[in-house]
């Protein structure tokens, strides 16, 4: 199994050089986004991937923006702080929620200098949430928003998944994001720009 290390995250932006990611194509895994804290060694990790690869450290924090196995697989179960949105539903199809992934309480967490807003935007998953950080205005959109205008899946959530995507993007509508950051496919600025 191949090992990953926090210098195989690439920086997102220069100007915020704290903020990284791994983004693979050769398989069906979520581009997951480290968060390095040098001052006090710790790292925050939005999303864990698809368990076909293993890291060589532990994240010291954890938020999954929903429990798909592409995106939840890769938490191990030694890990101290794994989050997830409480409405999300384990027993829905390409679920794979982690037992120790713990129902995720408030709407904000400060780590490394950085403040995140917690934004339930349920639709593809009923937990599925977003991470918006104010100071660089990256947008960690999961599967909820994707880069040039589309949005994810709404077949593999609740009845009223379609109903509950449309309130999700208006929410997101209202975030003053700099750059989105999604859970697959590439990045886009605000201006249109993709990497
Ligand atoms: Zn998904």
């Given at each position: 199994m191949k090992t990953i290390s926090i210098s195989d995250f690439e920086p997102i932006d220069k100007k915020f050089p704290a903020m990284r990611f791994l983004r693979l194509e050769e398989r069906l895994c979520c581009t997951r986004y480290l968060i390095v804290d040098e001052k006090q060694k710790k790292t925050m990790m939005i999303d864990a991937g698809d368990g076909k690869d293993q890291l060589d450290f532990v994240p010291d924090a954890v938020f999954l923006t929903h429990g798909h196995f592409d995106h939840?697989?890769?938490?191990?179960?030694?890990?101290?702080e794994v989050w997830i949105h409480p409405q999300e539903d384990a027993a829905l199809r390409f679920m794979n929620v982690p037992k120790n992934a713990k129902p995720l309480l408030g709407q904000q967490f400060d780590f490394g200098g950085f403040h995140f807003n917690l934004l339930h935007t349920p639709?593809?998953?009923?937990g599925s949430m977003c991470l918006f950080e104010?100071?660089?205005?990256?947008?960690?959109?999961g599967d909820t928003k994707f880069a040039g205008g589309s949005y994810g899946r709404t077949d593999l959530g609740h009845a009223d998944a379609e109903e509950r995507m449309k309130e999700s993007l208006q929410l997101l509508e209202q975030v003053d994001w700099k750059l989105l950051c999604p859970g697959h496919g590439e990045m886009e600025y605000a201006d249109g720009r993709m990497i």
């Open positions: 939840a697989s890769g938490v191990k179960p030694d890990w101290p639709g593809h998953t009923p104010e100071k660089s205005g990256f947008l960690f959109s």
